[in-house]
């Protein structure tokens, strides 16, 4: 698992090192930030309570490739590609909704779920390959333009977690709900409080607008799938509760500011 990641992230600062070397590059460096809704198991699935409930924050600095600004050798790949880096930050606090919390009168498993409470911040560091609908060179010339954009890559992740019960110390069957008392995936139980390195998967669906002859807004929608089932804290055992199937994943919508650099 470490060795893709940390290829990555060599890859990342591999690619900023060799772009120091070449006249033709151009570069551009921003700030993202927006709210993030972590997908996790935390929550009933396809429930809106969850999507609305468990949903946080995150922030980025981000770094492009450009490969059209000074090159007058127009290509394919020079007008509709970019390399973006990017070193982000989120932060969600999680908890249970849905028709298992809400029933009533309230037994000792719901009022268990109900206090069950987790946290998990994230931090990426990964580059994603950038394809523009509009020719950049269009769009740079073009105060006002607008220009989708689909992106794809990866990042490594840490991650830190924590899970907590307002009924005490998780682990006891007065405080916990069973199923995570059940042991999972090499952890004594189903939830854990931990920090771990992973990788993820991004891709991304968004649009810059032409501010300025030297800045860029931009905003974006983008899906980020995680390669653990424990960035949330939570991950009951799969043999035996088939609806926790999935790995941890988070939706990020980003708006940002984009400016250009001269050398």
Known sequence: MLKPIILTLFAS?????T????????????????PTAFQSDYGERHNMDTNLGNTGFGVGIVHFLNFSANNNR????????????ELSFSKVNLQ???EWVDKTPPTLNVLQLRGMKGSSTVINL???????????????????????????GLAGSYYSTKATSSLGTLGLPSTTYPKYLTP????????????????????????HYKLTTMSDLMVEGRFQAF????????????????????NDWQFWFNVGYIYYLEF
Do not use: C
């Open 13 to 17: 600062l591999g690619i900023s090192a």
């Open 19 to 34: 772009s120091v070397a070449q006249s033709d590059l151009a570069h551009e460096v921003g700030i993202i930030f927006g």
């Open 74 to 85: 127009e290509s394919f790949f020079t007008e509709h590609f970019k390399v973006r880096t």
């Open 96 to 98: 249970h909704f849905g």
């Open 126 to 152: 990964g580059s994603q390959l950038e394809f523009s609908f509009m020719k950049i060179h269009d769009f740079e010339n073009t105060i006002g333009a607008l220009s989708p954009y689909v992106s794809l």
């Open 184 to 207: 999972s995936d090499g952890r004594q139980f189903g939830f854990s409080t931990e920090n771990g390195v992973v990788l993820s998967v991004l891709a991304g669906l968004g649009a």
């Open 227 to 246: 390669t653990s089932d424990w960035v949330d804290g939570l991950n009951p055992n799969k043999d035996l509760y088939k609806e926790n199937k999935s």
